[in-house]
């Protein structure tokens, strides 16, 4: 059964630093990993989508990495800014016909 | 409207109460979903329905009962709930009925608390 962990589970950053979220699955033979962004009471925004024909994707400040082999996926954000602030989750597709299963994501404040 | 619609943004109702929760897209996607986002818990996975048709149920009470009558909505009827049940309930949609390869688009969900 597939598992997803996210490290850590709460995380608060001065404005400006560059941060990095990490989200971990116990099986490799995923189809794709989605990176998402929540804001209080509010639904999920998608972020980034990573193939597992690929390594990274990028948008703006955000930018992911995935290694399947490890099990592991980053999401590194440059320049924090206070609207930056959120639950990030990621989740992972496992083959396809599968639905995702997410982490129990990041919340991540960054003070002005 | 674009994107993946959901209504009430906000409901409160009795355990005795009967009533159901929308979802609408605008994407062309062919399938949908419902997900229950319970306080310090992961989003769990209720109902899929791929090309208007269900295709997993993960053990969900039968006092929740999905309804998709095209591929553009969805229903959440709800009956006779349990304080316990109180939750944001998310829709999304997607392509090919396995994220296909472009994710999940998702709603911005509905608050629910059974009183």
């Known amino acids: 059964k597939q598992e997803v962990t996210q490290i850590p589970a709460a995380l608060s950053v001065p404005e400006g630093e560059n941060l990095v979220l990490n989200c971990s699955f116990t099986?490799?033979?995923?189809?794709?990993l989605q990176w998402f962004r929540q804001d209080p009471g509010k639904g999920l925004t998608s972020l980034l989508l990573?193939?597992?024909?690929?390594r990274e994707q990028t948008s703006g400040r955000l930018n992911a990495s995935l290694d399947k082999s490890s099990g592991r996926s980053t999401l590194y954000i440059a320049a924090s800014q206070p609207g930056d602030s959120a639950t990030y989750l990621c989740?992972?597709?496992?083959?396809?016909?599968?639905?995702?299963?997410f982490g129990p994501g990041t919340r991540l404040s960054v003070l002005p | 409207e674009t994107g993946v619609t959901q209504t009430p943004r906000h409901l409160v109702m009795g355990m005795t109460n009967k009533k159901s929760l929308k979802c609408e897209q605008h994407?062309?996607?062919?399938?949908m979903y419902w997900y229950k986002q319970s306080a310090k818990k992961p989003l769990e996975l209720m109902f899929v329905?791929?090309?208007?048709?269900?295709?997993e149920n993960n053990s969900v009470p039968s006092r929740f009962s999905p309804e998709c009558p095209n591929s553009s909505h969805l229903f959440l009827h709800l009956h006779t709930l349990q304080p316990e049940d109180s939750a944001l309930y998310l829709c999304?949609?997607?392509?090919?009925?396995?994220?296909?390869?472009?994710?999940?688009?998702f709603g911005s969900g509905t608050r629910l608390t059974v009183v």
């Open positions: 999304a949609s997607s392509q090919d009925g396995a994220g296909g390869g472009y994710g999940y688009t």
């Open positions: 099986d490799s033979a995923i189809y794709n």
């Open positions: 990573i193939q597992s024909s690929q």
């Open positions: 989740a992972v597709e496992v083959n396809y016909g599968q639905n995702f299963v």
């Open positions: 994407l062309g996607h062919n399938a």
């Open positions: 329905y791929s090309l208007e048709e269900r295709v």
